[in-house]
Nanobody, 120 residues
Framework: QVQLVESGGGLVQPGGSLKLSCAAS????????MGWYRQAPGKQRELVAS???????DYADSVKGRFTISRDNDKNTVYLQMNNLEPGDTAVYYC??????????????WGQGTQVTVSS
């Protein structure tokens, strides 16, 4: 089973930026769509952004224009660049690997999560 390891979370002031990384253990990483999700206390886990194997991207309305998802298949890594962060972005962020190359199927593997806190 693929292992996903997130990094890059932390505490940042409103308006600041963070870049999350998610490294996958499998060499066939390039075949799968990847997603970034987040879960705030007392709320359900929600999709933030996804990227297909063909690098088509999709974003939640709440992060459009502020967040950018990308992938480096040579490094088996997916990234989430987060700019102009708001307190409402505070959550644990998880990366997930979809069951196929598009972002329509189920998430088959999850990372352990990384905390992002936006506060002054």
């Amino acid at each position: 089973q693929v292992q996903l390891v997130e990094s890059g979370g932390g505490l940042v002031q409103p308006g600041g930026s963070l870049k999350l990384s998610c490294a996958a253990s499998e060499s066939i990483f390039r075949m799968y769509a990847m997603g970034w999700y987040r879960q705030a206390p007392g709320k359900q886990r929600e999709l933030v952004a996804s990227i297909t194997s063909g690098e088509r991207t999709d974003y939640a309305d709440s992060v459009k224009g502020r967040f950018t998802i990308s992938r480096d298949n040579d490094k088996n890594t997916v990234y989430l660049q987060m700019n102009n962060l708001e307190p409402g972005d505070t959550a644990v962020y998880y990366c997930g690997r979809y069951s196929g190359g598009d972002a329509m199927g189920d998430i088959r593997s999850w990372g352990q999560g990384t905390q992002v806190t936006v506060s002054s």
